[in-house]
């Protein structure tokens, strides 16, 4: 029985475990980011917001448009800079696809939908209405992906401590703090948030200077963030 060269047993063990990468690897994408739509008029940026990506409008061609189709009276005058197209979308096990909704400015409704990462830099959007009238454009990427969302850190950490709450509230109750260490930290907690105010006016203002304030992280916008809290 003839046996291999060494040398070609080498080469393709190699490429097996190459190719073991490639698999293990090919449904890792990252969709977040700034994303140009098919027609150029806007760019949607994509964060991963507790567990789900959401999309908001992040430029705009034209400056200064408004949601006038939204059957919703009392939202017809709002920007649609910052405003939430892509509805907590869900990944789907296996690819590199998340499904949720999308809100279409153009008619004021919602559509199910699915984002489908196609290459590191082009995203598939497709959306149905009731399960037919099917249609979809492609996105291209202008910059991304970006880091999660401080918020998800904070969440994470706060579903940890109701969770050792939970456990522990059973437990003997142990005395009560000094009023003055309650006082202290609600003095340092406000100037946590007076820093975090303050840094995020001043982002604000920064980007003003060169055209429309960036709106930065997508998931503390009030229309995100409350449906994801």
Known sequence: MMQRPRSATRTLASCGFLLAITSGTAFAGDPTGDWMVA???????????????????????????????????????RPTLGMAILLNMAKKPGIDQWAGEVYNAKDGKRYESTITLKTPNKLEIEGCVLGFLCGGETWTRVSGPIPSSPSNALAEAAQGGAARNGKHKNAPKTAARPAASKSSSRTASSKGASSKTAGQKAHAQAGSQDGPPDIGDICLLPEIARATH
């Open 39 to 77: 027609d150029g008029v806007a760019h949607i940026r994509v964060a991963e917001c507790r567990g789900s990506m959401w999309g908001a409008v992040a430029w705009e061609k034209i400056p200064g448009g408004r949601d006038r189709n939204n059957p919703d009276a009392a939202k017809q005058s």
